[in-house]
């Protein structure tokens, strides 16, 4: 893991095409603004765990059934 000491106003680069901005700082709290290509998916870890929690569940749901056409 990298570390790395910002002050409010600077900049982190990851990569070519994201930057993430530290807005805020109040107390504990570090308020960050993400600047990422739309191809790029940006989460809260708790909001991507739960993202893929739900992918591997449904990749592994058992198929459905839908009843075949009725045929005229």
Do not use: Q
Not at 31 to 51: D, F, K, L, N
Not at 64 to 72: D, H, I
Request: charged share 25%; no cysteine.
């Amino acid at each position: 893991m990298l570390l790395i000491t910002r002050r409010v106003g600077e900049k982190i680069m990851v990569g070519d095409d994201v930057v993430v901005h530290v807005m805020e700082i109040v107390g504990n709290t570090v308020r960050v603004g993400i600047e990422a290509p739309r191809s790029t998916p940006v989460y809260r870890e708790e909001i991507w765990h739960a993202v893929r929690d739900e992918n591997r569940a449904a990749a592994h749901a058992a198929p459905v059934e839908f009843p075949s056409p009725a045929k005229a």
